[in-house]
């Protein structure tokens, strides 16, 4: 508890920036084909009118040729790279601000004027990026993903997941009705996503509170798999656990059991992939079976991306951009880059307190706002217990 931590504001975008070009992703284009980047950043400052971000981190990655550069933008908001190869890239911006100053200042989306750009022979691409300002109004949040597994003798062990839910608010909120669903298919532009296992709290709306600062648990199988040969997480004391009811599934009779609404797999009460997926939280939902289902003989469920609350996108690799599944409404980043069966988890990085109370980093960008544990830390945060 008493580490000290800094308080970050951190402000950052991701942007996907289509470059036209006419030759073939997998030859490196001539050097006649590269361009220059005058990227600026601004925003609306408190008093109204432009104002230009100074010494904000600037990231771009080539996501066919994995060049990355870096740099923090001069005085007047602006930063070059110089010699770019036609690609698509990934654009991230973060701000530090002081928090003496600006203590819940964070700069969280942007527009970018021009989304498709167009590079000629050594030609100059200009990119504004406005950044809008907004106070911290997270509510639930995905605090933690633990996916990983564990190394057992007998490999691949999963039934240890969990996925953790926190709630930065003042107020106590009910969990009643809401939905965890998986995403490990469809696109980044789709209005609907596609899931593997969709499941629901239970309760009719004010049966399942979530005190403020408080963590809930919801495991896969609400069991100790802390004991060897496993050497995983405890779970026994999980909140909730997903519960199959078709085909062999344990049963915790002193842990409530989710809802399950759709599997793609008969038998199965969650699997999240151990390599490639992202989860969301999603808001009640009157009839979650309205949107219907994909026509494959295993089919994945529709739900609305409108509905989602919260959402984390993890990948073995995180600088695959190519395939993203959630937008950056949702989650602009990628977290994870952990190997199979490491009981590794990702925990979202504390932002600040307030009145004792932990406040999770959410940019909307799992790059960010998340980081890599070696241990998982079900129903509280790693900053907190050292
Ligand atoms: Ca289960
Ligand atoms: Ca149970
Ligand atoms: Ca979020
Ligand atoms: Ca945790």
Redesign the pocket.
Known sequence: MNKKYKILIMAFLSILVLIAFSCTMQITPPETMRFLLKLNVYTNSITGGDTVVVDAKVIIQSITYSNYYEAKTDSNGTVLFSNLIPDHYNIQISYKSDPAIDKKLIITNATINDSLLYSADNDTVKLNIRASTKRFNSTLVISEIYYAGAKTIIPNYYYDQFVEIYNQTSETLYLDSLIIADVDYGFIDDSLIQSTHVNMFPGTGNDYPIGPGEFVII???ANDHSLYPVNSVDLSHADF????TDIG??DNNDVTNMVQIHKKYPGA?VLYSTMNDAIVLLGKIKNPYKWGYTTASNPSMYLPKWAVIDGVEYKDNTAYYDHKYLDAGIDGGITGGIPNYSTKSVERIIDHMEDDRVIFSDNNNSSLDFHVLNFPTPGYAQEVSE
Do not use: G, L
Not at 241 to 244: R, V
């Open positions: 495991a896969q199988d656990e997903n519960y199959c599934d344990t009460d």
